[in-house]
């Protein structure tokens, strides 16, 4: 529910769902509808809609990928039958400058002082939870797509990334492979850029997923 957002929060979502049209037709076609044509088809049957974004490392995109598309079924009261989730080809860690970014747009984040010990990771690997509204905060922590915490089967695998999109030719268990790739602002980490960079590409995710949920409302209303 919408309603139950913090202000700055239903500010920005607002703000992306106006900003659609700064989206290339041949992006919308060819990479958006897919996703949007698979959520109405699982909406239309009742079966539950499960998604997990994919990228290498789990630590940027495909966590902007997974929070947005939960605040999303929020915004569109889809929050009954979408569940989002996030996973990489390996395990790192939620990145400190993509937090960030989320902080400076109004999320709430904290982390436990306890790191989690993920297929494939040894590393310092905290859990965090996410607050954006009165809603359950969003779990976030960098994992590998098969992980445990995932889905197993019955789910779209939407690469977010290029080099997740050429090695992973198969998704085991995923009954559609999207690639919605987005450049990597890990690019800029340590230059005068950096916030900026996070900031635009979060921002072009939570854009592209808004257009993606309001294509599914509108047909839901007609």
């Keep these: 529910n ?3 957002m913090f202000s700055s929060i239903k500010q920005y979502c607002d703000a992306v769902l106006q900003s659609a ?9 060819l990479l958006l509808h897919p996703l949007a044509n698979y959520i109405q088809s699982k909406v239309e049957k009742g079966d539950p809609v499960l998604l997990v974004f994919i990228c290498t490392h789990n630590s940027r995109r ?14 569109f009261a889809l929050g009954e039958v979408v569940t989002t989730y996030s996973g990489g080809t390996e395990a790192t860690a939620f990145n400190t400058n993509a937090i960030q970014a989320l902080e400076r747009i109004g999320f709430q984040i904290s982390s436990s002082s306890n790191s989690v010990s993920s297929q494939g990771n040894d590393k310092n690997n905290p859990v965090y939870e ?34 997740a999109e050429k090695c992973c030719a198969s998704i085991p268990g ?17 230059t005068p850029q950096q916030d900026m960079a996070y ?16 294509r599914v409302a509108d ?4």
Excluded at 21 to 29: G, L
Excluded at 144 to 154: C, Y
């Design 130 to 163: 996410l607050m954006y509204s009165d809603a359950p905060c969003i779990t976030c922590f960098s994992k590998v797509f098969t992980d445990r915490s995932n889905p197993q089967e019955n789910f779209a695998a939407i690469l977010t990334c290029n080099s």
């Design 2 to 4: 919408c309603d139950m």
């Design 219 to 222: 047909s839901q209303r007609t």
């Design 199 to 214: 900031e635009e590409r979060c921002r072009q995710i939570a854009t592209e997923i808004f257009y993606v949920f309001s």
């Design 174 to 190: 995923a009954e559609c492979r999207i690639a919605i790739t987005f450049d990597d602002p890990k690019e800029f980490d340590n």
């Design 21 to 29: 049209d700064q989206i290339s037709p041949e992006r919308k076609s």
């Design 62 to 75: 495909s966590h902007f990928g997974q929070v947005w598309a939960h605040v999303a079924t929020d915004y």
